[in-house]
């Protein structure tokens, strides 16, 4: 017996998107408008959930490359869209005194800490002979800047502590400032002129995959030391990448430090850090809290496709009522049930959304394959939008399709059978 309701049933469901594509074909427009709402907020989730997810993914990537237990000392750190006028008030990071070189060799000398790297960056000009580029990414960093941002110095050398100490005007390019300058000739020994001061080319770094592909960037890498003395850029910003011992846990080595530095600056007990310890987590835990927002209005967006779907289910479905209100006359006088019509108008509804559901996944794949080739944002269409579309799409089609599909099964069959 449970054999049989099982074969009725996908009878009837099968019955029910043969009627519903007819209805396709017999109101073009009316069908199109309804799958087209369907696949419109269907491919919004898949294109963003995809944009947002791959993004989400390459960060947490970026941030493994630098170690898993490393963690970074900030003049200010809030997370999140932060709006400022300049004012103390919404600029709290105004009464933080600047982190200085000093505070980094001090944390250097902890126990708990292998290595300390301080970094300042800006953009200027940058040139060779007779080429110029106006807005290359001249950052000055401390020796042990390679074994933090990772990457490799695929030719030649980083520059040295001594270089360092001794202010040398030396510099570590990129793979691509190389190639826009020495078109596939060797870099090493010549001298590029940065805020028109020569330096000595004595390295080529390739740098890591990161969240917008930051080789398709030329950068220029000199030692902080110098880069303050020579440099235009925004003071106060200097930033520390602290690396603790492998017998040392993250939380002790960040108490080594808040302690150190609270200590430095004679904070009275009780007194709130004026300087931020901010661990790999938390800037996560920060990038996500900016993408949530992201996915609010990936939301909206689709709730209006679905909406116009819907309203486009209600107009085909009540067409397809009065259509066939003598065949449900019929069928009910031969025994259909309330229930049965229910179903059959009801899977009639979602197959039509379905059908906008599949189209709008097809575009929104299409969408993220074209954004992860031809852009530097990656796309990884996650299974939950998949399962969160075709949910949604049929969904859809239940909620609107319920009015015309209860109005069917309501009809008296007297009636039905009277109506021409």
Do not use: C
């Not at 930051?214 to 690396?243: C, E």
């Amino acid at each position: 017996m449970s054999n049989y309701g099982l074969r009725g049933s996908w009878g009837r469901m099968i019955e029910g998107m043969g009627m519903a594509l007819d209805s396709v074909r017999s109101n073009k427009v009316r069908a199109a408008l309804t799958i087209l709402g369907v696949a419109i907020g269907v491919m919004v989730v898949i294109a963003m959930a995809s944009m947002i997810t791959g993004i989400n993914r390459a960060v947490q990537t970026q941030i493994e490359t630098l170690g898993p237990k490393t963690f970074f000392v900030m003049k200010f750190f809030q997370g999140g869209i932060n709006i400022s006028d300049g004012s103390d008030e919404l600029s709290p990071w105004r009464k933080n005194p600047d982190l200085n070189v000093e505070e980094a060799e001090l944390l250097r000398t902890l126990p708990a800490i292998r290595d300390v790297t301080w970094r300042e960056g800006t953009q200027g000009p940058v040139s060779y002979e007779n080429q110029r580029l106006s807005s290359v990414n001249i950052v000055g960093f401390s020796p042990s800047w390679v074994f933090v941002t990772g990457g490799t110095v695929i030719s030649g050398r980083n520059f040295t502590e001594v270089e360092y100490a001794s202010n040398a005007a030396v510099v570590v390019i990129n793979d691509k400032l190389a190639d826009q300058f020495f078109f596939g000739l060797d870099p090493l020994g010549r001298r590029i002129k940065i805020y028109g001061l020569p330096f000595t080319v004595i390295g080529v770094y390739a740098e890591p995959s990161s969240l917008f592909d930051s080789n398709t960037q030329p950068m220029a890498v000199m030692p902080h030391s110098v880069f303050t003395k020579v440099a235009d850029y925004w003071r106060g910003w200097l930033q520390f990448a602290v690396s603790p011992r492998d017998e040392y846990s993250v939380l002790d080595a960040q108490d080594q430090v808040i302690a150190a530095l609270r200590a430095k600056r004679g904070l009275k007990p009780g007194a709130d850090n004026n300087f931020a310890v901010v661990g790999q987590d938390r800037l996560l835990d920060t990038f996500n809290s900016v993408t949530s927002g992201f996915f609010l209005v990936m939301l909206a967006l689709s709730s209006v496709g679905l909406l116009v779907g819907g309203v486009g289910v209600i107009a085909i479905m009540m067409i397809s009522v009065t259509e066939r209100t003598r065949e449900i006359g019929v069928r009910k006088a031969l025994g259909a049930t309330r229930g049965e019509i229910l179903f059959q108008f009801l899977v009639e509804a979602s197959t039509l959304t379905l059908l906008g559901g599949v189209v709008g996944m097809a575009l929104g794949a299409l969408i993220a394959w074209g954004v992860n080739s031809l852009t530097p944002i990656p796309a990884a269409i996650p299974l939950w939008s998949v399962v969160a579309a075709l949910v949604a799409s049929a969904v859809t089609g239940i909620f609107f399709g319920m009015y015309p599909a209860t109005k069917a099964s309501r009809l008296d069959p007297i009636e039905a059978l009277r109506y021409e």
